[in-house]
């Protein structure tokens, strides 16, 4: 198993930035491809975006593309998301997940965080 603590989330204006990290222990995180997900207040928790074991493959929401890259440094056992050109619709808690397994050609996520709230003000 592996335990997943995000942190980094905060109140930002429109238009700045926030970097999330989310750290990982117990299993060797690099056997774990890791993926950022939010849930706004009503609405259902969405994708963001996935970085593969290696890192060698990224996936994004259309609506953070070229906004949010995600990386991740395995010798520290941490994925980040950093989140530029914030805007009002970002808003949202966004977790941080793992998955060692693939389904139908998706990750299976089967480990998650806690949460971080971020809160974008217009």
């Known amino acids: 198993q592996v335990q997943l603590v995000e942190s980094g989330g905060g109140l930002v204006q429109a238009g700045g930035s926030l970097r999330l990290s989310c750290a990982a222990s117990?299993?060797?995180?690099?056997?774990?491809?890791m993926g950022w997900f939010r849930q706004a207040p009503g609405k259902e928790r969405e994708f963001v975006a996935a970085?593969?074991?290696?890192?060698?493959?990224?996936n994004y929401a259309d609506s953070v593309k070229g906004r949010f890259p995600i990386s991740r440094d395995n010798a520290k056992n941490t994925v980040y998301l950093q989140m530029n050109s914030l805007k009002p619709e970002d808003t949202a808690v966004y977790y941080c997940?793992?998955?060692?397994?693939?389904?139908?050609?998706?990750?299976?996520?089967?480990?998650w965080g806690q949460g971080t709230q971020v809160t974008v003000s217009s």
């Open positions: 117990g299993r060797t995180f690099s056997s774990y491809a």
């Open positions: 997940a793992a998955s060692d397994r693939i389904r139908g050609g998706k990750w299976v996520y089967e480990y």
């Open positions: 970085i593969s074991e290696s890192a060698g493959i990224t």
